[in-house]
Structures are given as C-alpha cells and as structure tokens.
C-alpha cells in the first residue's frame, strides 16, 4: 500500500532522513514510536504528501505522493492539529470537509461523536485538546479512507477516551484498510499496533511483528535484580523489576510483549537488536 525508498528529507539545514526505506501493508495497524523529534510526524507528512522529500520516493496506492492525484488524496486521512483552522465550529468543519470523502459515513461519525459528547456547535478553539482529538478521530474513521495516518492520537484523552479509541481502531481495521499510529507514549497502544516500527534519530531502528518480536526477546518479571545472560534492559517496579531479554531457546517462553520495555531496549541496546532481528527489519 505505502512504499518508501531511498528517501533524503532535510528541514532548515537538519538531515531528518537519509536514505530511508520502509513498506506499508494493508491490514495492519502499525505503532510508529519515537521520542519527541525522532521524524514521527514528518515521515507521516511525506506519505500523506504534505511534504516532498528531497529526492527519493514515495508511492501510495500505486501513485506517486508528490503528485497529489485527488483519487489518492480521498484515500489518506492524515490526523494532525497543525494545519487545522480552530475559527470554524466542529460542524461547519463536518460540513466543509466531509464532502471531499466518497465514502464518508455520516452515521459512523455521529455513532463516535454522541459516545464522547462532542460539542459540534462550539468553534474547535473553544474546545479543549482533548475535545478537538476526539472530533478528528471520529472523523477519520467516518471517512473510511485506505490510508488513516494518526499523529499523537492519545495526547490529551483521558483514560476511558483511551480505552474507547482503541476499541474503535481495533474494529475499523480490514483487509484493505491500513492505518499508522505514531506516539512517544507508548503504554497508550499496547495490544493494539502489530507492526511495531521504532524511529530514532531519523533512523528505522526496529521494524517487525509483535509475533516475531515474542519469537526473538523474553519479556519477564523477577523480584531481584534480574540475571539472565541474555538481559537488554530493565526497569524497577513496584514488584521488583521487569525486564527484557534475548530468548535463549524455543522452550524460553515468558510474558506477552511489553512495548514500553522494548522501546527502551532497542533505544539503549539498538546493535544488539539490530543483530538478533536483522537488517530486514531495520533501515
């Protein structure tokens, strides 16, 4: 569905991206994790099209991004405040917008919309961040594009809004649809995105399959300092610590996979995962 290749982006003198690569599949809805600054929302520009790199490529359902093509752009929902107009009331915004999606679904939006008592008479500047990320979700879903791009979804939903978000991306996901989550909060996607994609310094660090990350690593729990000869990272908690490892052997099973431990494996120990994953699964 999304093809990155060779993709060289630089911002203000800054090299964001250096030969970067990546594909997309239908089906999936992949986590995009990285620290503030890592190129989480610039890469989701560039597949979007809101942003031309400077050389290299990007193909979204077979077109070229940086052409723009209308029948690709009603396909690609991307989330993201930064361009929106906070003048205009949710409704106005329902009513100027909606239109530009063939497939968009009035009853689904205002099914979402009621659940989380959106205020569609106040202007979006009135609204607080966590209201106006509620809107642009409910949104993106009703408009049934192929491509749904969410920058920092969670930011500023409190938790049972969490909770309805993910219920609502793990029942939007089929077969032709494929949608990207980029976050630094991790915690807030767990059990939700498979693929996991982890950016660092402008850098694919980690690419692969919560199936072939449980196959790879052993996630456990100890109350003493951890010892096995294998240990990535560990952290304290209330129990005593939780930790990840390489998996020793195909009978080593431990705990489902935690992405905030892997995260911060692959950020401290990115060699070493690098090493047990492949360069396949990472740019």
């Not at 630089?10 to 990285?34: D, E, K, M, P, S």
């Not at 930790?243 to 099973?253: C, F, G, I």
Request: aromatic share 10%; with cysteine.
């Amino acid at each position: 569905m999304v093809t990155l290749q060779n993709i060289n982006f630089t911002y203000r003198h800054h090299a964001v991206f250096n030969a970067l690569n990546l594909q997309l599949q239908a089906g999936c809805i992949y986590g995009l994790l990285g620290k503030n600054g890592a190129g989480k929302s610039t890469l989701l520009n560039l597949i979007s099209g809101s942003i031309f790199p400077q050389s290299g490529t990007v193909q979204v359902l077979q077109q070229d991004a940086t052409e723009r093509k209308k029948e690709t752009l009603q396909e690609i929902f991307l989330l993201n405040e930064d361009n929106l107009d906070y003048s205009i009331t949710a409704r106005e915004y329902l009513k100027f917008y909606a239109g530009f999606y063939p497939r968009f679904d009035l009853a689904k939006f205002y099914n979402i919309a009621d659940e989380w008592q959106i205020r569609y008479q106040d202007k979006l500047a009135n609204l607080s961040h966590g209201e106006r990320k509620k809107f642009l979700i409910a949104f993106a879903l009703a408009s049934n594009c192929r491509l749904i791009l969410l920058d920092e979804p969670t930011n500023g939903l409190d938790i049972p809004a969490k909770s309805t978000f993910r219920s609502l991306i793990a029942n939007a996901i089929n077969e032709e649809t494929c949608i990207v989550i980029s976050s630094h909060q991790v915690r807030d996607l767990e059990g939700l995105i498979d693929p996991v994609i982890i950016l660092e310094n402008g850098k694919i660090i980690l690419n692969a399959s919560i199936e072939q990350i449980e196959d790879k690593l052993y996630f456990g729990l100890t109350q003493t300092t951890p010892n096995h000869p294998q240990l990535l990272y560990s952290m304290p908690i209330p129990a005593g610590f939780a930790y990840v490892a390489a998996r020793q052997a195909d009978t080593e099973y431990g705990a489902k996979a935690d992405l905030e431990l892997l995260f911060n494996a692959t950020i401290s120990q990115t060699q070493a995962i690098n090493q047990l994953f492949g360069a396949q699964h990472a740019n």
